[in-house]
């Protein structure tokens, strides 16, 4: 282990800002374990099918607040693209070149799950499991990839997205909603704001790579602001609490974006700024360094199978023959979210073999984890 540490240590350039790396791998351990914990499978007459702790336990509402961060993973990729493409201009490479490597980069590991899953799933439905099943777990597994999508739009924007103020994404997102909230408008208008929302963070991760955001008070006005915005819209406006979808509610902060989604990304990324300084001074230590890196170099490998490790634990739980609390059970108590921390260690081990069985597929991929 130690001559790993050293190894990493010693293949780091000098000059390479460990402490985005940090955020991101931050950010991959709270999208995985956020949808471990509010993400349950329940058995019911032989079928499974999807549903989520919050609405049986209100209570749990703050899970989502703490690990429902996709702002900083959108503030990261919008300073990691916004250098990345300053520095192919700097060397006079083409924005066409620049543009289809990191596309490459990003879609290649997806489909390897596309083509395993496909396969998985034609095997389940010939040994008989029943079609509602398949569809789900299929759906739990699929449902990450639109993170990709707009991630991918974002980075075809990223030479505008340079020159762009996030107060202009923001007030889109505000004019949506308010068209569609108050004024009785259609629908559909809120899918605007799937790709306005994210380029809040993004836009403010391309003006961190332009050294615009160094300031702590910046951080402060940030976390400070969007905690003060998303509290009074929750309170008073109606938005609902949590930071994800909650099954059977009529409105989701997540599906599209909200308003609120935006503001406690604001919060998110202020919170961020304001760790750079700390992290800094712990990656100078090589060990916690090197566990850094080693997420990062198992980013998409990590975020594309996550949901994989948790299904299939799940389904093969099933061969005990009755429901196992906190596996196959109604999460509508205590007991429930103890009886998921203690699967929580399985999760993890079956997600170490699937990073064993594909990481492979990430290498020279690391357009989330560690690309410039």
Known sequence: MRDLVRRIEAATPPDRDRTVDALRALAICGVVLGHWLVTA????????????????????????????????????????????????????????????????????????????WTVAAGALLATGVPLATVRTLVGLVLSPLWFLLVFAALTVLTPLVVRLHPGWPLAVVLGVDVSRLVFGGPDWLGWINLLAGWLVPYCLGAAWARNRLRSRETGWVLLLGGVVATAVLVRWAGYPAAMVGVPGEGFSNLNPP?????????????????????????????????????????????????????????TLGLFAGWPLPGLHTVPDGVGWVAARLAWLPLFALALLVCWAAFHRHERGTRVVAVSR
Request: proline share 5%; net charge positive.
């Open 258 to 314: 909200s308003l609120a989604a935006v503001t406690f990304g604001l919060a998110q990324c202020g919170g961020a700024l304001l760790l750079v300084g700390p992290l800094r001074r712990m990656l100078r230590r090589p060990a916690v360094w090197a566990g850094v890196a080693l997420v990062n170099l198992s980013a998409m490998t990590i975020f594309l199978w996550h949901q994989t490790a948790m299904t299939a634990v799940t």
């Open 41 to 116: 499978l329940v058995s019911d007459s032989g079928t499974l099918y999807a549903t989520s702790p919050l609405p049986h336990l209100p209570g749990f509402t703050p899970v989502s607040w703490l690990l429902q961060t996709l702002a900083v993973f959108f503030l990261v990729g919008g300073q990691v693209a916004a250098r990345s493409f300053a520095g192919t201009n700097a060397r006079g490479g083409s924005y066409r070149r620049w543009l289809g490597m990191r596309m490459a980069r990003l879609f290649r590991p997806v489909v390897v799950v596309l083509v395993v």
